[in-house]
Each structure stands twice: as structure tokens, then as C-alpha cells.
């Protein structure tokens, strides 16, 4: 699209430039799509070759993977406004733990819960009852090990979360050194074993005890219940696909494989966006890439803040294998990743001919190991088989991909660092963030929606 048919449309409505996104990922698409909507002429910059993001699909020798297990928590209206109800397959997913040594299956069974050591439940449910044990050091205030310990015991804490989170990243145990409120948004309250919320004040008398004790039992039936999630049958990459033919079909356009080297502004506005060379005059600028991308264009400060990279190992079989579940989780330091689904037990349609596949995730907090991933195919392989998950002979292709900077981290201080990041783009009046990256939030797929969505109020500040 050239700067003469930008200004023609300009022309023809009146206006003083395009909206123009940046990102083409679930955030970026939807902002886009609802604001041609509303008769905006809208241009979508993304520099991959390819739309969707983390959420894409990859297609080889008919299986179906997507980039990390991506599921449809919540069905938001632009769903329904593009898949048929018989689009989308219903199901509940079956999550594995493997911690030391047990297979623990969540959600909760009687039978999986009896794995939980005694000592562990036991001090669970008095810390959920009497509230943390005093002059004990949970860590720093505010910190992940804090929250964790006193909410829900010190036992949980070192079976469960630490070792999790550890694991996840790359082995770096950041129970110290990172916010609670990371968590809180990373599970957007579906905890491990209860809804997410602030540890009760002590009471230090009996009514105080029995109240807990009733909050408790109105906890319980959380820790057994059943998910209900969605999925598209032809794969999690099919809703990006969805949303870019129907913004180009209602006249968007989108732009590929390009690159950002300039955002022209005034004190209080951006004028102007130079994508590939040619500058864009713009009426809003709706940003979803890189926060730190948006502050060197525009010379704020940087929001100097760790993210964690991710690795996806596609493998497929020759048959098909039994599996415990939709997802194995783990978590003992000699597996080689720390989480694993299963396409076929989510929809047949995703393997070809009766075969398995196993979608690996392995975190990092160092670039270096994104290039180095192809070297990890055997201790991959090597942990399915201890797994049970097939034998050694059975795999007929290992591929992988990597997605840097995918999950935000919030360190102790990163309410400070947000504050300045935000206050320096307060002035600018036209400019509107949204998604996982640009707002620096840990958002699943639905919530990522609807704030590409909520764009078009003009309050995603």
C-alpha cells in the first residue's frame, strides 16, 4: 500500500491520516478488524512474514501444532462471529504432575490427591484455616515465595510452586526476586489449588478460625472442578487466519515482512509512521509490539523489565499411544521440559492416520539457548520415553520453534518501572497499547481479544 492510495483514502473520508496497528497477533488483528468496523481506514504493520503471533499453527506432514497449548478459555463475541458452534470442539483437560517421582493428576481426584504427602495437605489446610504461622520468614514482602507460603503453607510452596517455577525457568529459581502480582496475572485466578486471593487478616480467636474454615470449604469444590475449554478443529492458527481474511474481505490492509524506523510526532500527537521507508500519516497509532521498540522510536524511557523466551519441540509418531491425559506437566529437574500436550487428545483431526504427537515447551531466560534449541533433540526424546509417552523407535520427525520475550516478568520493583514507562506516553493523545507485549501483561488468548477489542474506546492507554 503506497502513501498515494493512503492519502486517496484519506481524501475520500475526510480524515488526517489511517489507524494504523502494529503487530499482527491476536491483539493487533482484532484492534484492527473492529476498527475497520467502525469505516476506519485501517493499516496493519507486522514485521513476520506470517499473522497470529504465538498464537500460529504449524502444518507438516498432516499433523497440526500450534505454538504452545493454546486453548479458548473463554468465548468472547468475535468468536462467535467466526466459527460455527460445530467449529469448535469442547473439552477438559486432564493435566498430569510429575513431582518427585508421583504422577499427580489435576484437576484433584480422591485417588491423585492421596499423592500429595500427609504433610503437605496438613499444612495446607491449617494455613488456609489459622493463616501463616507467626515469626516465620516467608521472604521478601511482596515476593512470589512470600505469597505462595503464606497462603497456602510452606509445604505446598517447596512440593509444588517453587520447583514449578523454577523449571520453567530454565532451572533459575525466582521465588525472591519476582512480584507476586506476576502469578496473580499469570493464572488470572485459576491457581493450583484455589482461586487466587490475599492471604485472610489473624484473628487470634476461635470465630476468626471457624470463619476461615467455612471460606475453606467454599474452596474445595474448586480444587475438583472440571474446566470446559474450547478449541477451533482445524487448529488454534485458524482464529488469527479468521480475523486477517475478514478485515482484508471488509477492506483492511495488512503489511508483511515490514520494518518500523520512525514515528514523526508533535509534543501531544503522532503524525506519522515510516514503515519500510514510506511515511504513513496516521490519525491513531495502536501499538501491541515491543514496548522497548515504542520508547526508542519516540525517545521515552525503556521499560527495563526480564521476559522469558520460549522453545516449542514439535515431535510426531508412527501410531498411536496411550496417554494419561491432554497435558504432562513435568516438573523433576532431569526431565528436559517442563510441559507437554498431546494434539490428538484434544481433537483426532490433529494427527493424520491414527498417530500421536507431543508439543514440548522448555523456558529460558537466556537468549543463547534459542539458537543452540536443535542441539536439546535427544534430551527431548529422552524424557518422552522416560515419560511412557512412546518409544525410542517411534518418532518420525522432531522440528522445533522459538518465540523471544513471549511471557513478562514483574521483579519486586516493577510497579515503578510501568509508572515511568506509562507516564512518559500520558502526553501523547493518539496513542492507544494493547496485548501481552505493549502493555507488558501476562494475558491468555481471550483476554488478549478483548483488549484488542477495547481499542476501539479509545482507553487502552
Not at 214 to 236: D, M, N, S
Request: hydrophobic fraction near 40%; include cysteine; glycine fraction near 8%.
Amino acid at each position: 500500500m503506497t502513501v498515494e492510495v493512503i492519502t486517496r483514502m484519506n481524501e475520500r473520508n475526510g480524515t488526517s491520516g489511517v489507524t494504523l496497528v502494529v503487530g499482527a497477533g491476536l491483539a493487533g488483528l482484532t484492534a484492527a478488524y473492529r476498527w475497520r468496523q467502525r469505516g476506519e481506514d485501517v493499516v496493519l504493520a507486522e514485521k513476520a512474514p506470517y499473522v497470529g503471533g504465538m498464537a500460529r499453527s504449524h502444518y507438516r506432514n498432516g499433523f497440526t501444532f500450534d505454538f504452545g497449548p493454546h486453548f479458548i478459555i473463554e468465548k468472547t463475541p468475535l468468536l462467535d462471529e467466526l466459527f460455527a458452534p460445530d467449529e469448535l470442539v469442547a473439552f477438559g483437560p486432564e493435566i498430569h504432575m510429575v513431582l518427585g517421582g508421583r504422577w499427580i493428576r489435576y484437576p484433584f481426584t480422591p485417588s491423585s490427591m492421596l499423592k500429595v504427602p500427609l504433610g503437605v495437605q496438613m499444612d495446607f489446610l491449617r494455613t488456609r484455616a489459622l493463616g501463616p504461622r507467626p515469626g516465620v520468614d516467608y521472604g521478601p514482602p511482596d515476593s512470589f515465595r512470600r505469597n505462595m507460603s503464606r497462603q497456602f503453607g510452606r509445604g505446598l510452596y517447596d512440593f509444588f510452586f517453587r520447583p514449578y517455577l523454577t523449571k520453567k525457568f530454565g532451572g533459575w529459581d525466582i521465588s525472591d526476586v519476582v512480584h507476586s502480582d506476576w502469578w496473580a496475572m499469570a493464572t488470572h485466578t485459576r491457581g493450583v489449588v484455589t482461586r487466587f486471593a490475599p492471604p485472610a487478616p489473624q484473628t487470634g480467636h476461635a470465630v476468626g478460625a471457624l470463619r476461615k474454615l467455612a471460606r475453606l470449604t467454599k474452596e474445595l469444590p474448586y480444587v475438583f472442578r472440571k474446566l470446559a475449554l474450547w478449541y477451533p478443529k482445524a487448529g488454534f492458527g485458524e482464529i488469527p487466519k479468521r480475523i486477517a481474511e475478514q478485515f482484508i474481505h471488509n477492506g483492511g490492509v495488512i503489511r508483511l515482512n515490514c520494518q518500523i524506523s520512525q514515528i514523526r510526532r508533535t509534543e501531544n500527537r503522532i503524525t506519522g509512521v515510516v514503515v519500510d521507508g514510506e511515511e504513513i500519516p496516521v490519525r491513531r497509532l495502536i501499538w501491541t509490539a515491543s514496548p522497548n521498540l515504542l520508547a526508542r522510536m519516540l525517545g521515552t524511557s525503556s521499560l527495563d523489565m526480564p521476559t522469558l523466551h520460549s522453545i516449542i519441540y514439535f515431535i510426531s509418531t508412527d501410531r498411536r499411544y496411550r496417554r494419561r491425559g491432554t497435558e504432562v506437566r513435568p516438573v523433576d529437574p532431569e526431565f528436559a521440559f517442563y510441559r507437554a500436550y498431546f494434539p490428538e487428545t484434544i481433537w483426532e483431526g490433529l494427527t493424520p492416520g491414527g498417530r500421536s504427537a507431543v508439543v514440548a515447551e522448555v523456558g529460558t531466560t537466556n537468549r543463547d539457548d534459542l539458537a543452540k534449541a536443535g542441539e536439546k533433540y535427544g534430551a527431548i526424546i529422552d524424557t518422552c520415553v522416560a515419560l511412557g509417552l512412546f518409544p525410542r523407535n517411534a518418532v518420525t520427525d522432531i522440528f522445533h520453534d522459538v518465540q523471544p520475550d513471549c511471557y513478562p516478568v514483574y521483579p519486586l520493583d516493577y510497579e515503578t518501572h510501568l509508572q515511568k514507562y506509562y507516564s512518559e506516553l500520558t502526553p501523547i493523545q493518539n496513542l492507544l497499547l494493547a496485548g501481552r507485549n505493549a502493555r507488558f501483561q501476562y494475558y491468555n488468548s481471550h483476554q488478549v481479544i478483548r483488549d484488542g477489542e477495547r481499542t476501539v474506546e479509545d482507553v487502552l492507554f
